[in-house]
């Protein structure tokens, strides 16, 4: 059980490797939202958006938008976590 902090595409595709069912993901940055929203909304788990000024512009996710309080919670929920550049 992990909680992934996606804020880049370089490594996706070493994360998605890694992804289990009972993982999370969040997206961090826009642009990575923006870029790979289709890969995004394919994942084997809960995949979320963290909602700021920037990804308010666009709509072009499919992931649903957390605030920071969420994203306390699900680090609160998940003994482990991954930053992903």
């Not at 969040?26 to 084997?44: C, Y």
């Not at 649903?64 to 929920?77: D, F, G, H, M, Y």
């Given at each position: 059980?992990?909680?992934h ?9 070493e ?25 995004l909304?394919s994942?084997?788990c809960?995949?979320?958006?963290l ?14 938008r957390?605030n ?15 930053t992903?550049?």
């Amino acid at each position: 059980m992990m909680l992934h902090m996606l804020y880049g595409t370089e490594q996706l595709a070493e994360c998605i490797a890694l992804l289990t069912s009972s993982d999370s993901v969040i997206v961090m940055e826009p642009t990575t939202v923006i870029i790979d929203s289709k890969t995004l909304s394919s994942l084997p788990c809960p995949a979320f958006a963290l909602n700021n000024a920037a990804l308010k512009a666009t709509d072009n996710t499919n992931l649903p938008r957390i605030n920071i309080a969420k994203w306390v919670e699900l680090t609160s929920q998940h003994p482990h976590s991954m930053t992903w550049l």
